[in-house]
């Protein structure tokens, strides 16, 4: 093979090479993008933290009165209602006591009868002079020793009758009970300070969390105001969030980690919040009003700062320069100079650049079709029509191959160009290298 056709092939590879760059392919075309257009309205403020579902009131539930356990009228996990007997003591040994100290009580009242009866009797006689003073003081000591016996029999009888009450346990609160490791038969004192189950309030039901020092300047002028509304989610709920209030905030900043703790009330109805359980917790301080947002994937980050490309009614792609606020899910809050409805271009941004051709695959703008084009008077070979649903996907799929054609020519391009420098250079030893691998004739 001479030289002037390795020139020739080489040169042709070249051109093809070439003519592949310039995207003769997608003439009348332009990059393919997606848009979403942007939003200028009211939009909350939203502090994101993680949360701790936490019970209003926990009781640990003990005996107050020595006693057997009779009876276990609740089971565990069972919820109660506030005054609702759990568990009975047996109580028959006050019971007896009760009895005993009734019978008391009418007695010392009937001493005490007596007792005042004569009192009286001494208070006429010391009048007229039959008895004297100290008999009638006595006969007084006598009354008021015999009504204060009396008193110190009611209380004790009063002592007697809570114990026999206390031997009900009851609810004190509405809430679940927890497990209860003790059952009928099993003798309980008042002095071990054992714990026979945990009751635990659940609605309503508390969340804890905290937020950065940095919020609390909207933190104090929320609560100074209408309240700040919060929602909570487990990980696992599928549903809606929970919503609740703002109900506590500490009155001191952690100097370790730079946060404040607040805790917020929720209506729990359906017990979809369970204490000690991880929630997201979304803060809502304050709603801002005209905020800018656009798609999260339109913000692109540049050297300069952070930009996006806005679609003008002629197809171009503008770079506008923004300011990038804050997300909320999957949208961002930005300040620029962007007005409502103008759309963004989202995905496919990577590959424009500013004034470049884009055709907005979310919003097509009816693209003059090849064979929709005006026909020349000989044409040589008539157009296929592509139909328009078509035709984004068969676009697709010669890009990718297309791309990787030109890939191979590439490497094909670089490999006979090196060839060539050596062969410019004289090197026949290059030149035979080449046929033998390339399988050219001489």
Not at 66 to 84: F, N, S, Y
């Amino acid at each position: 093979m001479t030289r002037a056709k390795l020139l020739m092939i080489g040169l042709g590879m070249a051109l093809l090479a070439a003519f592949a760059g310039t995207g003769a392919w997608a003439q009348g075309r332009g990059i393919p993008v997606t848009t979403d257009p942007v939003t200028v309205g009211p939009v909350p403020v939203e502090v994101i933290a993680n949360g701790i579902v936490a019970s209003e009131s926990v009781i640990t539930i003990r005996t107050r009165v020595d006693g057997q356990i009779e009876r276990i009228l609740v089971q565990e996990g069972q919820m109660v209602t506030r005054g609702q007997p759990m568990i009975v003591l047996d109580s028959r040994l006050n019971r007896a006591l009760y009895a005993q100290q009734e019978a008391q009580l009418l007695r010392d009242k009937a001493l005490a009868t007596r007792t005042e009866a004569d009192q009286v009797r001494y208070r006429s006689l010391r009048g007229e002079s039959f008895a004297s003073q100290q008999r009638f003081e006595q006969a007084q000591a006598d009354a008021a020793a015999a009504a204060a016996v009396v008193k110190a029999d009611e209380a004790l009888l009063e002592q007697t009758r809570l114990a026999i009450e206390f031997a009900t346990i009851t609810a004190e609160i509405d809430g679940r009970l927890g497990a209860i490791p003790l059952r009928a038969g099993n003798f309980v004192r008042q002095a071990e300070n054992t714990a026979i189950t945990m009751l635990t309030q659940m609605n309503p039901i508390l969340v804890q969390f905290s937020v950065p020092e940095r919020w609390l300047p909207e933190i104090k002028a929320a609560m100074g105001g209408t309240g700040i509304r919060v929602r909570a989610k487990a990980d696992a709920d599928s549903g809606e969030p929970a919503t609740g209030d703002v109900v506590f905030v500490d009155s001191a900043v952690d100097t370790a980690t730079g946060t404040i703790s607040l805790k917020a009330r929720f209506t729990n109805a359906d017990f979809r919040l369970w204490p000690g359980q991880y929630v997201q917790v979304t803060m809502i301080p304050r709603i801002e009003g005209n905020a800018i947002t656009v798609a999260g994937g339109a913000v692109q980050v540049g050297q300069t700062g952070r930009y996006l490309f806005v679609v003008g009614a002629d197809g171009t792609a503008q770079k506008r320069e923004v300011e990038f606020v804050r997300a909320i899910g999957t949208r961002a809050v930005v300040r620029g100079q962007l007005a409502n409805g103008e759309r963004v271009v989202v995905d496919g941004a990577q590959r424009v650049v500013q004034g470049a051709k884009v055709d907005d695959r979310a919003n097509p703008a009816a693209p003059q079709r090849v064979s929709e084009a005006p026909r020349p008077a000989a044409p040589v070979a008539a157009a296929v029509p592509v139909p328009a649903a078509a035709e984004p996907g068969l676009l697709e799929r010669a890009r990718g191959l297309l791309a990787g054609a030109f890939e191979v020519v590439g490497r094909k391009v670089s490999e006979a160009s090196s060839y060539l420098v050596r062969l410019v250079r004289g090197s026949e030893t290059a030149a035979r290298t080449m046929t033998q691998r390339g399988g050219m004739p001489a």
